[in-house]
């Protein structure tokens, strides 16, 4: 598409009912985001994992994973589910997660000497 044919299809858009709604709505999000707590409490949540160092990272999204596995698991057999199927993915997760937390005891700390 040429410059000319994009500015009409923008144009048309932002005449539209559905660009006006849409850019209204992201407006009020924008101005709702800005002072928000929860925003902020996550920024500042993702700033923390940022600064921990890969050890711990590995540490906590293993215990995690393997968590998330263990629940799975503990929610399914009360239901006596057919056959073994469905085992495979919280396996597999669980298998993850034990990776991650043997990893979170291989991975030298930041600054460590070689």
């Known amino acids: 598409m040429s410059t000319r044919q994009d500015a009409t299809v923008w144009r048309q858009l ?39 160092a890969a050890p711990i990272k590995h540490r906590v999204a293993g215990t995690v994973t393997l968590a998330a596995a263990v629940t799975h698991v503990a929610m399914m057999l009360p239901q006596h589910p057919p056959g073994a199927w469905w085992l495979i ?26």
């Not at 209204?24 to 921990?52: F, H, N, Q, Y």
């Open 14 to 52: 932002t005449e539209s009912a559905i660009g006006r709604f849409g850019g209204a709505a992201i407006e009020i999000t924008t101005r709702a985001t800005a002072d928000s707590r929860i925003v902020g409490t996550a920024k500042r949540a993702r700033t923390a994992w940022a600064r921990l």
């Open 89 to 114: 993915v919280p396996s597999l997760a669980g298998a993850f997660g034990l990776v991650l937390i043997g990893l979170s005891f291989l991975t030298p700390r930041a600054g460590a000497a070689d």
